[in-house]
Structures are given as C-alpha cells and as structure tokens.
C-alpha cells in the first residue's frame, strides 16, 4: 500500500446523552436491557451484536462478533460450532470478554466473566428455533476449518438440502451454546469534549451484591 492513511482529523463530538448515578440501576442486567431496549428504539440495525474477546491458553487474543441470543441474572448466552477458534480458546482458557456498541446514542457496554457450556438440550432448543437454512448452513460447515472454494461449501449444503428437503437436518454435537458469567459490566456514555461518563459494577464473588463505581474518561 503507498502513503499514508492519516485519520488524525478526523473526529465528532458525543452529543446523544449523558449518564448519572442516580440512572443506573442497581442490577446491570435490568441495566444492560434497559440500554439494549434504548439502542433497538434508536434505530441500530443489529442492537445484540457484541464482540467476543477470547485467549488461548498461551494468551493469544481473538475477536470476533456473535450475537446475543438469551440472558437472565445467570449470564449472556450465544450459540456457535464449539470447533471454531473461540470454541477452542473457551476450551482451554474460559476467561472471555463482550462488548456492545451503539453509535446512534454513543453508548458502549463492556463486560468480562467467565464461560461455561450451555446443556446439550438448551443448543437442541435453539437449534430447530433456527430457520431451515440455516440450520442447514450450520450443518455443512464445520467453522473455521480450511475449505478449497466458494463451490465445494455450497456443494456440502446442497446435499444437505437434498437428504433433507424439509430442513430437518440434525443438529451436529459440536453445535453448542455458551453463557458468559459475569464478573465486571462498564456502560459508557459519550459526552461533549470527551469527557465521557463510565460507570463499572463489579463484585468480589458471585452472590455477593454488585458495587458501582464512576470511572475517569
């Protein structure tokens, strides 16, 4: 690539908001679906997208998008192929992080915890919700593994397609779903000047009640 691609001016200002302690509710959860509510309303196109931050276990970062399927006081939940590079990180080294970001009210939320393995029957639920196709396209991929082309994926679904015509395809073992326990939320207002709003809520265990706690920008 020539030259140089130089964003140093380029900028806006943080005009949607601003955030208090006294908005906050005491459960981050109730916290988070009161955001993911306002950011649906806003008009973001996909307002449970959120980045998943995982390590090998050489510590090795990896990130990628899912997308938020379920949650309760328990976790965040999302489903993908346990085979793929975050099924394998989550394998050897549970410690993973979210975050959600919604430009149209210059919110962030950030939250870090542990992973566990949904059930098998909680993936088996989920899977036969899915529209026939794409329980099919979950099927004939086996994600993050190496494929020739375009054609030979397309190949691997067509035959689904025909031995199951009606999308009853099974769902493959390997197809699971993951709860993040969380031990830390951040929700981030953006503000004029970059002074932003950050309040973070942790606690030392689970069970014991979460503490608030305003951050500097």
Partial sequence: MEGEIDHRST?????HGELHRRDLDPDPFRQLAI???AAEKAGNFDPTAMALATADAQGHPSLRYVLLKHFDAEGLCWYTDSRSRKGQDLAANPWAALVFYWPEVDRQVRIEGKAEMLPESAAEDYFHQRPPRSRLAASASEQSRPIADRAALEAR????????PDGSV??????????????HFEFWQGRR?????RFVYDRPSAGDDWRIQRLMP
Avoid: C, K, Q, S
């Fill in 170 to 183: 099974p769902r493959n073992p390997a197809w699971r779903g993951y709860r993040l326990i969380p031990d």
């Fill in 157 to 164: 679904m067509a035959e689904l397609a025909e031995r199951y």
């Fill in 193 to 197: 000047d970059r002074l932003h709003d």
């Fill in 35 to 37: 955001w993911l509510e």
């Fill in 11 to 15: 900028r806006r200002d943080f005009v």
